[in-house]
């Protein structure tokens, strides 16, 4: 992606280029006119002072009647030289006589020889040149001059300069006039690039500004406002934008610190509400509440090593503390008795499933909900002959299959008022004993394999 200042530069630049280069070239022009306008002058001016010098010398000599005489004719010519001589200022002027046959008589030059006559013969050239200017090449060289004619002669007078020499300071003037150009040029580059950082400069850096907050999200950055333009004002703007974020993203983490405190605040109550809730059912059994951390414990090994995820763990963790909620409604009689139950005993004890499940069935925690089919289920067996309702294998739910066996472990290895502790030998015998009977299979082998595990907690 070309940057904003590169393509400015492209776009400002040939415009900087052409105008730099129209001027100059004008200028040159100009100049180039105004110097061969006054080189002309020069020259014409000479060939005017040889023409009135001519025609003077020869209306004297005319007027005294001795235009038929060879000596004055020579004498004439002579003087003519002479003064076409005098006139000469470069040694590459030149004046040059043609008769009237258009053969070159004389050529009187500042260089060499004050004067060449011509030998008879010893050109072959014809030379014929119009009268006024002329730029053309003469006996091998290229000139620019002046001719007139000279009629009592039959002569035809140019007076020159060579081309090379007559244009030598336009050309000298050119050549400034591209170096001046070249330089003109590249100021003007420089001026343009330089003009171009100071007016974009500071938007590159206010964009930049806003990349980084973009990038790295601190929105304790802010923008530097550099000027009191419009691309200030944009800085100052978005300074104003980005604060006002800040003091939202700081409002809204505030508020979610206090809502997640709160949530955990809740979560914990529930906890504890739960924990007690399962005591109260526990309470004549167990005064410590050892009983319900160990169930917890134990069935949250079974989801972990049954592969649940730490939301199910954590969910049976808690909810298996009310498998026996419902024993607050069966008379202490019952609950206390040390001996064994009579059938009709029995039936009322079975009934602490039923009344537990009704307790808990319509919460929306989903503590108590998943409590409430434990609280059903956990005296079910895998054969069917379980209670209250008689389900049999995968019917029971896994939470309630769960339960049952830790529950019986648990009950083994402690002290009840109506028995004392089993060794965990003699328990992991029983409940092997059971697989496929009382209990899951599947969940029994489970338990055997990982039984250190299981009584590292129970420890
Ligand atoms: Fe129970
Ligand atoms: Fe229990």
């Not at 100071?198 to 304790?220: C, H, M, N, V, W």
């Not at 951390?293 to 049976?316: H, M, N, T, V, Y």
Request: proline share 3%; hydrophobic share 40%; with cysteine.
């Amino acid at each position: 992606m070309k940057s904003l200042r590169l393509r400015t530069y492209l776009t400002l630049l040939p415009v900087v280029v052409a105008a730099v280069v129209v001027s100059g070239y004008s200028t040159f022009l100009e100049s180039r006119v105004a110097l061969t306008r006054l080189a002309n002058r020069h020259l014409a001016y000479k060939a005017e002072q040889l023409r009135d010098y001519i025609n003077n010398e020869w209306e004297v000599i005319n007027s005294l009647g001795l235009a038929g005489e060879e000596a004055y004719r020579e004498a004439q010519e002579e003087s003519f030289r002479s003064y076409a001589y005098s006139l000469l200022r470069s040694d590459t002027e030149q004046v040059l006589v043609i008769d009237a046959s258009g053969v070159p008589a004389y050529r009187i030059e500042a260089r060499g020889a004050r004067e060449e006559p011509f030998a008879d013969g010893a050109t072959e050239t014809r030379v014929s040149l119009p009268a006024g200017w002329f730029s053309r090449e003469v006996l091998g060289e290229d000139r620019v001059g002046i001719s007139f004619s000279f009629e009592p002669f039959g002569w035809t007078i140019a007076i020159s300069e060579l081309s090379a020499r007559f244009f030598s300071d336009v050309d000298g003037i050119l050549r400034g006039n591209v170096l001046m150009l070249a330089v003109a040029l590249l100021c003007a580059a420089i001026l343009t690039a330089a003009y171009l950082r100071r007016l974009i400069g500071p938007l590159e850096r206010l964009s930049g500004a806003i990349s980084r907050i973009a990038d790295t999200g601190d929105l304790s950055l802010r923008a530097t406002v550099e000027s009191k333009d419009e691309i200030g004002g944009l800085a100052s703007r978005f300074n104003v934008m980005v604060s006002s974020l800040e003091a939202q993203n700081l409002m809204l983490s505030e508020s979610n610190k206090a809502e997640r405190e709160a949530r955990e605040t809740a979560v914990l109550r529930e906890v504890e509400t739960l924990f007690l809730l399962g005591r109260i059912s526990d309470f004549n059994d167990e005064k410590t509440g050892a009983h319900l951390k160990r169930i917890g414990a134990l069935s949250a090994l079974f989801a972990r090593l049954l592969g649940q995820g730490p939301e199910e763990e954590d969910l049976i963790l808690k909810s298996s503390t009310l498998h026996d909620i419902g024993k607050i409604a069966i008379p202490e009689a019952i609950l206390q008795k040390p001996g064994k139950l009579d059938p009709g005993e029995f039936s009322v004890m079975k009934r602490h499933t039923l009344i537990g499940y009704e307790l808990l069935k319509d919460s929306n925690s989903h503590y108590l909900s998943q409590g409430a089919t434990i609280a059903l289920t956990h005296h079910e067996r895998w054969d069917g002959n379980g209670y209250p309702r008689g389900l049999s294998g995968e019917a029971i739910p896994l939470p309630g299959r769960i339960v049952s066996i830790v529950d019986v472990f648990d009950a083994l290895v402690s002290d009840r008022p109506y028995k004392s502790a089993w060794s965990e030998e003699a328990a992991l015998e029983y409940i092997v004993s059971q697989r496929g009977r009382q209990f899951d299979a599947d969940l029994v082998d489970l338990f055997r394999t990982h039984i250190a595990e299981f009584t590292e907690i129970w420890a």
